[in-house]
């Protein structure tokens, strides 16, 4: 796909997964934004397990052509702000960072979505189940992402954390349930597509356990498709580049 240079480029980073049905979901995403925005030069990318990397996905666009990277990471951790950063500054490229995708409103409709079809009815115990990190600011996120969740759903929902931050999701789940035993436990997957953190949740001691956010046998959920393109056109609406094209 071509785009004029009147427009950054959209390069799409996932953290990439060795589970084909995760890879098919993400995948779908990207296409999905590129099937909405056909004006646009857009291409996909991974920090971690597959490839293209972020060096070779901006090094495979036209040399003149200016990029924004939109991270498809639920918070804004360690590889938004340093593997991301160093990456695109090593290339020689015009080039910005978006927001990561998370926290955000239409994240939490997906996650209700989710929860509805597997059943979840009024006074099941909720843990929602997020991948972790080491850095403050993206479990800050995902602590922000179940106070959201706990607003839509009018009821708590307790975070819990499958790597890297406490409390741990087999923690989570086991003190919900002490706290009320003749409840079932719903975990909602806060992951964006199928992978081994998503195999984990299911291991996690919940009567229930939600789908993760894409899946490879549907469609993209139309709301997390503009949810990309919003991330890019915030960034390309709030700076103006060196040969005219808004970037941030």
């Known amino acids: 796909m071509t785009a004029t240079l009147t427009h950054p480029a959209l390069v799409a980073i996932s953290h990439g997964t060795s589970s084909p049905d995760g890879q098919a979901a993400v995948a779908a995403l990207v296409d999905a934004v590129a099937y909405r925005r056909p004006d646009l030069d857009i291409s996909g990318g991974f920090v971690d397990v597959q490839q293209p990397d972020v060096a070779a996905t901006l090094g495979a666009l036209d040399p003149h052509m200016p990029a924004v990277i939109v991270p498809l990471l639920l918070s804004a951790g360690y590889h938004v702000h340093v593997d991301l ?20 409103t239409r994240l939490i409709d997906v996650l209700e979505m989710r929860l509805l079809r597997a059943g979840y009815r009024e006074g099941d115990s909720v843990v929602m189940a997020a991948a972790g990190s080491s850095d403050a600011r993206a479990v800050d996120d995902c602590v922000e ?12 929902v307790t975070v819990g954390f499958i790597s890297a931050a406490t409390p741990r999701l087999a923690d989570a789940v086991q003190a919900v349930r ?20 998503a195999s984990l949740c299911q291991n996690g001691g919940a009567d229930v356990v939600t789908d993760p956010l894409l899946l490879a046998s549907e469609h993209p959920p139309a709301s ?25």
Not at 85 to 104: H, K, N, Q, T
Not at 178 to 186: Q, Y
Not at 188 to 196: D, F, K, M, R, V
């Open 85 to 104: 950063v160093v990456e695109s500054a090593e290339a020689d490229r015009d080039s910005a960072i978006s927001a990561a995708l998370g926290p955000d």
């Open 145 to 156: 992402v179940g106070r959201m969740l706990s607003a839509r759903l009018l009821a708590p």
């Open 224 to 248: 997390l498709v503009e949810l990309v393109l919003d991330r890019y056109r915030a960034v390309h609406e709030g700076y103006q580049g060196t040969d005219g094209c808004a970037l941030s």
């Open 178 to 197: 002490s706290a009320r035993p003749t409840r079932r436990v719903i975990v909602s997957t806060y992951l964006l597509a199928p992978g081994y953190f």
